[in-house]
């Protein structure tokens, strides 16, 4: 992807486009950031230049990488089955997509990601499970998310009723030096902590250990990963112009589109990359929604006919070649003929995505510099953070959660929707593929119906770690539709006085808090069970 895509874009975008690239060049953000010059966006300087470790991933991981393969063959040798990572956002995302688009290779380990304190998702994880035969990646860079910890007291606490003293040889750390986890992991004699370097951030962390040790126990080869991330890198010199760099071209168009007022991407994919979306999704999200500024990522829409669209959309098509992309090539090309503007990237084959994760990190840095944000912080995550926090401790003093009033109904919050507002869809429920298919419907729905309004769907408490910044930070266009059920077959958190139906509900009505204090267009649907037919038939009831 180039300047040549430039003909193809509306003549406005191109326009802006052309304003965005010669501003970069202005600016020598080629040469400033390879020196880490954090004077390229807003904040803290200091902070930022702390985050900007992604850059020289693959200078820094082979050194930590070369004992991967080793470690992982050993973990076959030692009889383990499945490896299960209980991570949240950054530490998560990016291992999902690896599972997901490469896989795993014969007679490696089976990856399972666990991102959610739901008690249908935990319990349907425990299921699946032979504990004797489980390795635990317990992924955090801080080591303080409430998540992760509540998930490893709970599988610890199963794990020791099996193994006893052996216990710690069934989980690995993967944190930052000096973290409280790294101290956890070291007192409970896990079998391997890693130390990631601390100056990547969480959500441009894939290409590092967060992402290359749960892929080297699938049999995912990080060298090769990284070798194509270099690639990228390579046409990113401190010497090239903008619109020559793959990179910055993608970052400029991401902020052409916003000025002109386009700022919903809507993130196509070929079949087998659809997870790539939800990683790409939370960099843009927590990265550009802030300061009453941001650009909506929309991943996996169902498909409106291109006029439908409304005129807030800007496109991206990330195909794989060999993938079966007939309906999506054929949506895409009409896309571009209906004067939307749409542009294509093409992957050669899986291990692409090592290009591509560099391509979208620096295009994101690029963006936010264009857009005046700091891509690097997440000034509004911490809100909902302290918000769930008070819950928790208000539930653990009461034994009840404070009553919720004065909320609109969900046809009256949606009966006011028009672009360039979006609609966004959070799910304190057991994502299935089943639930997802109610969702899917909804949106169809919903968008047909409101002049091709682009809708969101993030399962919680995942997308607090993504879209919940945006929510919250980001312009407020968007109408909240906060999805939850009531109390059935719960799971307890070993040694708390809460159970993880409390702990989810507390992160829901938490967040639900926050986006009020913002007055934020929000509302909360409870459902009876966590069911997909609970759901559809409390959407029939409704609308």
């Given at each position: 992807m180039s300047n040549q895509d430039l003909p193809e874009l509306p003549a406005s975008i191109a326009d802006y486009l052309s304003t965005c690239l010669?501003?970069?060049?202005?600016?020598?953000?080629?040469?400033?950031?390879?020196?880490?010059?954090?004077?390229?966006?807003?904040?803290?300087?200091?902070?930022?230049?702390q985050r900007l470790g992604w850059l020289h991933v693959h200078e820094s991981m082979p050194p930590l990488t070369q004992s991967l393969s080793s470690f992982a063959a050993q973990a076959r040798t030692d009889g383990f089955r499945d490896a299960v990572l209980l991570g949240m956002g950054g530490s998560s995302l990016g291992a999902e997509v690896l599972s997901q688009v490469i896989g795993t290779s014969p007679g490696h380990l089976r990856l399972h990601v666990l991102d959610s304190t739901v008690p249908g998702a935990v319990r349907n994880i425990r299921d699946r499970i032979d504990l004797p035969h489980t390795l635990f990646i317990v992924s955090s860079k801080s080591g303080g998310t409430l998540e992760p910890n509540v998930l490893l007291q709970y599988f610890w606490h199963e794990t020791l009723s099996v193994e006893g003293d052996n216990a710690g040889s069934h989980f690995i750390a993967i944190t930052d030096a000096g973290?409280?986890?790294?101290?956890?992991?070291?007192?409970?004699?896990?079998?391997?902590?890693?130390?990631?370097?601390?100056?990547?951030?969480?959500?441009?962390?894939?290409?590092s250990l967060f992402g290359l040790v749960p892929g080297a126990l699938m049999g995912i080869d990080p060298t090769l990963l990284l070798e194509r991330a270099?690639?990228?890198?390579?046409?990113?010199?401190?010497?090239?112009?903008?619109?020559?760099?793959?990179?910055?071209?993608?970052?400029?168009?991401?902020?052409?589109?916003?000025r002109s007022g386009r700022n919903k991407l809507t993130i196509l994919t070929s079949p087998r990359l659809r997870s790539f979306g939800l990683w790409a999704e939370q960099l843009i999200a927590e990265s550009i929604g802030k300061e009453g500024t941001g650009i909506v990522p929309v991943s996996e829409e169902p498909l409106l006919s291109p006029k439908a669209y409304s005129g807030d959309r800007t496109?991206?098509?990330?195909?794989?070649?060999?993938?079966?992309?007939?309906?999506?090539?054929?949506?895409?090309?009409?896309?571009?003929?209906?004067?939307?503007?749409?542009?294509?990237?093409?992957?050669?084959?899986?291990?692409?995505?090592?290009?591509?994760?560099?391509?979208?990190?620096?295009?994101?840095?690029?963006?936010?510099?264009?857009?005046g944000v700091n891509p690097f912080d997440q000034p509004d995550v911490q809100s909902a953070k302290d918000a769930s926090t008070a819950?928790?401790?208000?539930?653990?003093?009461?034994?009840?959660?404070?009553?919720?009033?004065?909320?609109?109904?969900?046809?009256?919050?949606?009966?006011?929707?028009?672009?360039p507002d979006y609609v966004a869809i959070m799910a304190y429920l057991h994502q299935t593929p089943e639930m997802d298919a109610v969702f899917h419907a909804f949106r169809r729905t919903v968008s047909e119906k409101h002049g091709g309004l682009a809708t969101t769907l993030g399962y919680g408490p995942r997308y607090l770690h993504s879209t919940g910044q945006l929510h919250k930070g980001g312009p407020d266009e968007c109408v909240l539709l906060q999805f939850v059920c009531e109390q059935g077959e719960d799971v307890p958190v070993p040694e708390k006085s809460y159970s993880f139906g409390i702990v989810a509900e507390a992160q829901a009505l938490g967040d639900l808090q926050a986006l009020r204090s913002l007055n934020r267009r929000v509302t909360r649907i409870v459902l009876k069970r966590d069911s997909a037919e609970d759901l559809a038939q409390a959407l029939r009831d409704s609308l």
């Amino acid at each position: 992807m180039s300047n040549q895509d430039l003909p193809e874009l509306p003549a406005s975008i191109a326009d802006y486009l052309s304003t965005c690239l010669d501003e970069l060049d202005s600016q020598r953000f080629a040469r400033r950031i390879l020196d880490y010059d954090a004077g390229l966006w807003r904040g803290n300087e200091e902070e930022t230049q702390q985050r900007l470790g992604w850059l020289h991933v693959h200078e820094s991981m082979p050194p930590l990488t070369q004992s991967l393969s080793s470690f992982a063959a050993q973990a076959r040798t030692d009889g383990f089955r499945d490896a299960v990572l209980l991570g949240m956002g950054g530490s998560s995302l990016g291992a999902e997509v690896l599972s997901q688009v490469i896989g795993t290779s014969p007679g490696h380990l089976r990856l399972h990601v666990l991102d959610s304190t739901v008690p249908g998702a935990v319990r349907n994880i425990r299921d699946r499970i032979d504990l004797p035969h489980t390795l635990f990646i317990v992924s955090s860079k801080s080591g303080g998310t409430l998540e992760p910890n509540v998930l490893l007291q709970y599988f610890w606490h199963e794990t020791l009723s099996v193994e006893g003293d052996n216990a710690g040889s069934h989980f690995i750390a993967i944190t930052d030096a000096g973290s409280s986890l790294e101290a956890l992991a070291r007192e409970n004699r896990f079998r391997e902590v890693f130390l990631n370097p601390s100056d990547v951030g969480g959500r441009y962390s894939v290409l590092s250990l967060f992402g290359l040790v749960p892929g080297a126990l699938m049999g995912i080869d990080p060298t090769l990963l990284l070798e194509r991330a270099h690639l990228m890198k390579r046409h990113c010199p401190a010497h090239i112009a903008a619109r020559d760099c793959p990179s910055a071209w993608l970052g400029a168009y991401l902020a052409a589109c916003t000025r002109s007022g386009r700022n919903k991407l809507t993130i196509l994919t070929s079949p087998r990359l659809r997870s790539f979306g939800l990683w790409a999704e939370q960099l843009i999200a927590e990265s550009i929604g802030k300061e009453g500024t941001g650009i909506v990522p929309v991943s996996e829409e169902p498909l409106l006919s291109p006029k439908a669209y409304s005129g807030d959309r800007t496109f991206v098509y990330i195909r794989l070649s060999g993938d079966q992309c007939d309906e999506m090539d054929a949506h895409a090309a009409s896309l571009k003929e209906s004067g939307q503007p749409c542009t294509v990237i093409e992957l050669p084959d899986t291990y692409a995505l090592g290009t591509e994760f560099f391509r979208w990190e620096y295009a994101t840095a690029v963006t936010g510099a264009l857009l005046g944000v700091n891509p690097f912080d997440q000034p509004d995550v911490q809100s909902a953070k302290d918000a769930s926090t008070a819950m928790l401790r208000h539930y653990e003093s009461h034994r009840e959660f404070p009553q919720i009033d004065g909320l609109p109904s969900l046809k009256d919050l949606i009966g006011s929707a028009a672009p360039p507002d979006y609609v966004a869809i959070m799910a304190y429920l057991h994502q299935t593929p089943e639930m997802d298919a109610v969702f899917h419907a909804f949106r169809r729905t919903v968008s047909e119906k409101h002049g091709g309004l682009a809708t969101t769907l993030g399962y919680g408490p995942r997308y607090l770690h993504s879209t919940g910044q945006l929510h919250k930070g980001g312009p407020d266009e968007c109408v909240l539709l906060q999805f939850v059920c009531e109390q059935g077959e719960d799971v307890p958190v070993p040694e708390k006085s809460y159970s993880f139906g409390i702990v989810a509900e507390a992160q829901a009505l938490g967040d639900l808090q926050a986006l009020r204090s913002l007055n934020r267009r929000v509302t909360r649907i409870v459902l009876k069970r966590d069911s997909a037919e609970d759901l559809a038939q409390a959407l029939r009831d409704s609308l």
